[in-house]
């Protein structure tokens, strides 16, 4: 989280200005982009119907 800069470390017993600068300078930083895992997406989203199908198809043998 530190790297995407969701928290920002300010070192102990700082003065509140100093907590105040880090936070401003954190809010006016454009958020960073995170790559996208195309390829693990789809794989879960494969899994995932398979499991509802396997499901459904299971509860009409019933």
Request: aromatic share 10%; net charge positive.
């Amino acid at each position: 989280m530190i790297d995407r800069g969701a928290i920002v470390p300010v070192p102990r017993g700082s003065a509140g200005e100093v907590y105040a600068d880090a936070i401003l300078a954190a809010a006016k930083r454009p958020p960073p982009q995170a790559p996208f895992d195309f390829t693990g997406w789809w794989r879960d989203v494969a899994t995932t119907v398979a499991a509802v199908i396997y499901a459904r198809k299971r509860n009409r043998a019933r």
